[in-house]
């Protein structure tokens, strides 16, 4: 057991404050755990289905690596108004110019005054997984410094747009409304005020931050912990919070990604799916190894953030992709959870 004080910083700023990490390397039990977990992840959906992925395009990696290893805010989003995918270079050259405009007032504070700036509107054809499906839809913000020595535009802002299996949302949709539920943003806040007032201005749209509660927070670790991981194996953390302390608590909770990858296997008996039950028993079992070594009872905690080979998720709207292959299944994950926002 090793605790240490953590100090960071939130989005915005804001102090977090010391936190403690409880971490025990010792072989979880396989067995049928019975402890009570109170109200820790309260109620969860029945089953999720595993999603098959197509093979990905040939040309699909530049896109993929959009996503690859880049904190990204969630948001959930209303249906766009008028949305034209005939019209991107149009969007480019408009919202260029409230940038450019926002650039001369001082309020783009993340723009510097040297850069010329240039607005993107692309396609992401690789988010587009079955007919229905809308294609994805790229924005970049670039700027580029003419006296530079080094040529090439740095990545200011990027916000991605996207809708993979949402079958539920896009059966409700009528005529003149594009469906993506689901917007990625990765980028200062002062562009994503500027560029998020245009987008709700020009289609009509509004959006929400899509944080992630405790019980989809459980769901992710024992999904992304059954994930196969050749190489790359990173322990399965779970950061939880405790409340009623007078300086913000956590508890940092490692795990060796073969025990809980072990564990795992012996309770997901299912093919195609993924049951409550399963996740039950799973978060289950790391709890109750906890408590045997720690004698703390995290049922009085409040689960905050799980980290995995494959991608780590914060219930403050925060993800961060770590492997390409399982990217498609992550996204239409946080599209579920979207659409389950906005209906």
Request: glycine letters at 6%; proline letters at 3%; a neutral charge.
């Amino acid at each position: 057991m090793e605790g240490a004080p953590n100090q960071g910083t939130d989005f915005g700023g804001k102090t977090m404050g010391h936190g403690m990490n409880l971490i025990n390397t010792a072989h979880l039990s396989r067995g049928r755990i019975s402890l009570k977990r109170g109200n820790l992840f309260g109620q969860t959906p029945t089953k999720r289905r595993l999603l098959q992925s197509p093979h990905t395009q040939v040309n699909a990696g530049a896109q993929i690596d959009f996503f690859l290893c880049k904190q990204l805010t969630l948001y959930s989003s209303t249906p766009l108004y008028k949305f034209s995918y005939d019209r991107l270079q149009e969007y480019s050259r408009q919202l260029g110019f409230v940038i450019a405009a926002e650039k001369q007032k001082g309020l783009a504070v993340h723009v510097e005054s040297n850069l010329t700036c240039k607005v993107k509107f692309s396609l992401l054809s690789v988010l587009k997984t079955s007919e229905r499906d809308q294609t994805g839809v790229l924005i970049q913000v670039t700027a580029e410094n003419a006296g530079a020595k080094v040529a090439g535009p740095k990545v200011l802002w990027m916000g991605c747009f996207c809708c993979i299996r949402g079958d539920d949302i896009l059966e409700t949709i009528v005529e003149d409304f594009t469906c993506f539920p689901l917007f990625l943003v990765n980028g200062a806040e002062s562009l994503t005020a500027i560029i998020g007032t245009w987008l709700q201005q020009t289609f009509d749209c509004s959006f929400s931050l899509l944080t992630i509660s405790p019980l989809n927070l459980a769901w992710m670790a024992a999904m992304w912990t059954g994930y196969k991981m050749e190489h790359h194996k990173r322990a399965v953390e779970l950061t939880f919070s405790v409340p009623g302390t007078p300086h913000p608590l956590d508890i940092l909770y490692a795990i060796h990604a073969e025990d809980a990858k072990a564990l795992w296997d012996s309770i997901h008996t299912t093919q195609q799916e993924v049951l409550q039950e399963q996740v039950d028993l799973f978060m289950d079992g790391l709890c109750y190894h906890f408590y045997r070594h720690f004698k703390i009872y995290l049922s009085a905690t409040r689960l905050v953030k799980v980290s995995t080979s494959v991608a780590s998720a914060h219930s403050d709207g925060k993800i961060k992709i770590l492997h390409s292959a399982y990217l498609l299944e992550i996204l239409a994950l946080m599209t579920e959870l979207a659409i389950t926002k906005i209906l």
